[in-house]
């Protein structure tokens, strides 16, 4: 399947205005049972418990569409209670602390589809044998002085984060693993979000790879990794500038054409460009950008003057029993 019948396939889905039917194949299925405690007879009483606590809260407000809400129940494992502080974070930092990275994304606005262009960051359309989508992560080609600032970069790749977990449900359930091109990164890059800042995310890590760090680069990463969960810092990789350790974890045939060896005929995911234009082309799309708009803007706000005192534990509904 090539990357415009990928992008193609994502719109289809997130688009549709119908009531919320599950995309998942038998395998995400199986995962998502075994690994997220999700049961499909449970699912949408789930969703509608989370969002009735959500319209309950005087100090935040946030979208409540269900494809929305299920990223934080499947980060969370379908606990209620998990899933109502990651979102709670999620309103509290990502979008008001870092308002600049997650906040009034429209991928119409002139600044930022200049930074769209750059790159950053690009999903690579075939996922592997796990069903994880493979991010490739290049801060170094940022360039300034080009219609752009630091800030619309990092909304073009919140713009890209929120289009593919949003517009392909499997992403929920077997989660992403990231390439991360540190060719021609500057310390200011590499601390601009901190590490511990990505995990208030609601998307499951399952591998991070810096390629081509530099010293400098290494000691930032690993001064950064004790503020992640254990689990995150067992999935980080560093390697040098041989592209040989790479394919040890990440198979030739999944990666794009300029980060395979001259000599390679073998299968891959394409040449960036060709991936690149096709969700730029997505991204442009009046019917995405206004989704996008909404999920990053409508409602999203917190007061922390407003949030109510320690009202007790409570259930965390994780069983429902629903028949």
């Known amino acids: 399947m090539s990357s415009e019948e990928v992008v193609s396939r994502e719109v289809e889905y997130l688009l549709a205005e119908t009531k919320y039917v599950c995309s998942l194949d038998e395998k995400s299925l199986a995962k998502a049972k075994k690994e997220l405690n999700e049961n499909p007879r449970e699912r ?22 269900t494809r929305f809400l299920l990223m934080f129940l499947r980060r969370s494992a379908f606990s209620q209670l998990e899933a109502r502080a990651l979102i709670e974070n999620y309103v509290a930092v990502i979008c008001t602390k870092l308002a600049f990275w997650g906040k009034d994304i429209d991928t119409h606005s002139k600044s930022l589809k200049s930074a769209l ?13 796990e069903g994880r989508r493979i991010i490739l992560n290049t801060p170094g080609c940022i360039k300034s002085g ?37 060719t021609n990164v500057t310390p200011k890059v590499m601390t601009y979000i901190g590490l511990d800042n990505l995990n208030k995310y609601p998307i499951r890590m399952k591998g991070w790879h810096f390629y081509n760090a530099a010293v400098v680069a290494q000691t930032i990463i690993s001064a950064l990794k004790p503020f992640l969960p254990q689990k995150i810092q067992d ?8 592209m040989e350790d790479v394919y040890k974890h990440i ?50 706000t917190y007061d922390e003057t407003k949030k109510p005192g320690d009202v007790g534990p409570q259930a965390s509904f994780r069983k429902l029993n629903i028949d």
């Open 44 to 65: 949408q009483a789930a969703v509608d418990q989370l969002r009735e606590w959500i319209l309950q809260q005087p100090h935040f407000k946030c979208c409540t569409d």
């Open 117 to 129: 262009e750059v790159g950053v960051l690009i999903p690579l359309p075939i996922p592997d044998d």
């Open 251 to 300: 198979p030739m045939r999944l990666l794009p054409r300029e980060y395979l060896p001259d000599e390679y005929t073998g299968p891959c995911q394409g040449s960036l460009s060709a991936i690149q234009a096709s969700y730029k082309k997505a991204l442009n799309s009046k019917a995405v950008r206004d989704k996008i708009w909404n999920i990053t803007s409508s409602g999203m």
């Open 146 to 182: 080009k219609g752009y600032t630091n800030f619309d970069i990092l909304k073009a790749t919140y713009a890209i984060m929120t289009y593919l977990v949003q517009f392909d449900e499997a992403t929920q359930v077997n989660g992403i693993v990231v390439i991360d091109d540190q």
């Open 235 to 242: 999935r980080m990789f560093l390697y040098g500038n041989n």
